[in-house]
């Protein structure tokens, strides 16, 4: 069963960075469309930044020019740098892979943004 352990959140004043990261148990070298998802209170979960091999990468509206996601295949570690954070970035951050993988969710990790 893959694990995915997240890390890198915290709590940032608004206009400024985090860089989150995710640990995978297998290696991602194959994968495609792993993302990082966020769930905020009250809110559905949505994808946030997605990478794939041969597409590249695909980000929401609302991060698009602030959030970079990346991966390490050395490391099996998916990245998400975060920057310009504003308090509507506030959410528990999920990495996984696309829809249909069945991959487990990981625990998340915290990102509120508050000054």
């Known amino acids: 069963q893959v694990q995915l352990v997240e890390s890198g959140g915290g709590l940032v004043q608004p206009g400024g960075s985090l860089r989150l990261s995710c640990a995978v148990s297998?290696?991602?070298?194959?994968?495609?469309?792993i993302g990082w998802y966020r769930q905020a209170p009250g809110k559905q979960r949505e994808l946030v930044a997605s990478?794939?091999?041969?597409?590249?990468?695909n980000y929401a509206d609302s991060v698009k020019g602030r959030f970079s996601i990346s991966r390490d295949y050395a490391k099996n570690t998916v990245y998400l740098q975060m920057n310009s954070l504003n308090p509507e970035d506030t959410a528990v951050y999920y990495c996984n892979a696309a829809p249909g993988s069945g991959w487990p969710w990981g625990q998340g990790t915290q990102v509120t943004v508050s000054s």
């Open positions: 990478i794939s091999v041969g597409v590249g990468t």
């Open positions: 297998r290696r991602i070298f194959s994968v495609n469309g």
